[in-house]
């Protein structure tokens, strides 16, 4: 899952986002699950595995949002370059204001 070399240009995500967050928990929930399925106590047992199962999460979820971040900033370029090129699909619409919009008020009585 090489990302090409444009995408060396955008800054690097955060240690801390919501992917690796993510994919940490389930890492470490996964080892627990195992110990339990095993009849072992969940969460005393196992714990090098439970922090290698969260760490590897957690370094696939980094990964994933670098991944992320690469294609919503293509897909932002795409775009913006798309809307340079045909400024006559996107022009300016004309202000209104806010009493031109609604409707006038005439209290029932």
């Known amino acids: 899952m ?6 060396k240009a955008l800054p690097p995500p955060g240690i801390i986002n919501r992917n ?3 994919l ?3 890492g470490r ?5 195992q110990n339990a399925l095993n ?3 969940p969460i005393k047992s196992g714990v090098h595995r ?3 199962l969260t760490s590897i999460g957690w370094f696939i979820g980094y990964h994933v ?3 992320e971040n690469y294609t919503y900033a293509r897909l932002d370029r795409d775009m913006n370059e798309y809307v340079r090129l045909h ?3 996107f022009s300016d619409k004309e202000k209104k204001t806010f009493a031109e919009i609604v409707e006038p008020f005439h209290p029932i009585r």
């Open 87 to 89: 400024p006559e699909n």
């Open 24 to 26: 940490g928990v389930i």
């Open 39 to 41: 009849r072992r106590p």
């Open 20 to 22: 690796s967050v993510w």
């Open 29 to 33: 929930c996964s080892a627990m699950l």
């Open 2 to 7: 090489g990302l090409p070399d444009e995408a």
């Open 65 to 67: 949002t670098k991944h």
């Open 50 to 52: 439970q922090v290698l």
